[in-house]
């Protein structure tokens, strides 16, 4: 890079986006050239449907991107000229695909027993943000939802699972618009069946070390992600179509996705799991079957285990709801570490994990507590971080909630050796 550094670069070969030599020029109709897989995410990705350099508006419907095989040339032989300065050759690119062919492969696919075209597409589809647009326009989601379909009517056939795995990658590759997402759910009302079906069919001990199966299950779970929070849809109206067993079973499986990827998958299939289970559990009757189905004690464990933000926030907020039930608080408490975690997390991972914190322990502390969990409280040091919080910068509702947990047992309090009496005393009003 340093020999690179020295060399004079001509500025028409570097891209306006990126300002890196361009590998593969492209052309667009206001006369500006970029890098193919620049200017295509900030199009098709980002969806800056304008010229950067020109803020010119392109076309939604059919953007004009032609290559510009003139510069390729010459950024190719000045890259072979300076080679033994350190400089990379730059390959020949593979041309996009023709909107035709993709169009040919789908049918293919559709008429297909096999996986064999859906490998082609998920090739095609992973090569290019045009290439995946191309497939956007030409039905590709509508078409692989009914292929899982199909896969799952006949489910004795021996490749479901691996039909299946390669049909759910390539519909989250799409990266699919909130529109699209839209228009997916209205026509294929049955799509939530079908993800619940497919995590249904792989619960169990054994299928959390079949690599397809998990793959198949992590799939599904950012496809149900993405429809849920894109689409602005409440789960009441996603989920109208399916019956109340279904659901209660798409929460169990959700719950028990959870419970495995704490070990078995990646943090980012534990977040999208979280997402799903925090949109599913917005309403009384979903809380106390997530519940029945032990989300608080695996979200405890999650608590325990993962010390990133991100995770950490969207646990609490859930245990949140779930402590807004009277299944939900007696399940932490009866948890060996519930209430010592989550009087742990406060004031150490951020502001919203204080506020929610606090608030579980309000509840638990105002409708759950017996002598049992009032000592329990004093004894982990609970007591104390909630007399701490009163000096922290956070919302006034939250510490009008600790002074009436410190009203509500300051007697049994007030006695302990393990805080200063004068602590419960002075912050009860």
Not at 84 to 91: A, K, T
């Amino acid at each position: 890079m340093e020999k690179i550094a020295i060399l004079d670069i001509p500025s028409y070969f570097l891209c306006p986006i990126s300002f890196q030599i361009m590998k593969d020029p492209v052309t667009l109709t206001t006369g500006i050239t970029y890098d193919r897989q620049e200017i295509e995410k900030w199009v098709f990705s980002d969806k800056h449907f304008t010229c950067p350099m020109t803020n010119q508006k392109l076309s939604e419907s059919d953007i004009e991107i032609t290559p510009n095989h003139t510069l390729r040339r010459l950024i190719q032989s000045w890259c072979g000229k300076n080679a033994s300065q350190g400089v990379e050759r730059i390959p020949t690119p593979m041309p996009p695909v023709d909107r035709l062919v993709i169009g040919r492969i789908l049918c293919d696919a559709g008429k297909s027993t096999g996986d064999g075209a859906l490998r082609k597409l998920r090739e095609i589809f992973g090569y290019s943000e045009w290439n995946r647009h191309c497939g956007r326009n030409a039905g590709a989601a509508d078409v692989l939802v009914t292929i899982v379909r199909k896969k799952l009517i006949n489910d004795h056939e021996d490749d479901v699972d691996q039909v299946c795995e390669v049909a759910l990658s390539i519909l989250n590759a799409l990266n699919l618009s909130k529109g699209t997402l839209r228009d997916l759910v209205e026509n294929h009302s049955d799509i939530v069946t079908l993800i619940t079906r497919l995590l249904k069919r792989f619960s169990g001990d054994d299928n959390y070390n079949n690599n397809c199966q998990l793959a198949c299950r992590s799939h599904a779970i950012f496809l149900l992600k993405s429809i849920l929070t894109e689409t602005n849809s409440t789960p009441v109206v996603l989920f109208q179509n399916i019956s109340s067993l279904e659901y209660s079973d798409l929460l169990a499986e959700m719950v028990t996705v959870l419970r495995y990827s704490r070990t078995t998958t990646s943090k980012s299939v534990t977040k999208a799991s979280l997402r799903v289970i925090g949109e599913l559990c917005q309403n009384g009757r979903n809380r106390v079957q997530a519940v029945k189905a032990g989300a608080v004690k695996v979200l405890v464990d999650i608590l325990l285990d993962f010390p990133e933000k991100k995770v950490c926030e969207m646990a609490v907020v859930i245990l949140d709801n779930l402590c807004g039930c009277a299944e939900g608080r007696e399940q932490l408490v009866g948890h060996p570490g519930g209430v010592a975690v989550v009087g742990k997390k406060i004031g150490r991972v951020s502001g919203l994990v204080t506020d929610r914190g606090v608030r579980i322990l309000y509840m638990v502390a105002k409708r759950t507590a017996t002598a049992a969990l009032v000592s329990e409280m004093m004894e982990l040091g609970v007591v104390s971080k909630l007399c701490a919080v009163l000096y922290l910068e956070c919302c006034g509702k939250t510490k009008e909630r600790v002074r009436e947990i410190l009203r509500l047992h300051s007697k049994a309090w007030s006695k302990s050796r393990c805080v200063i009496p004068h602590l419960i005393t002075s912050n009860m009003y």
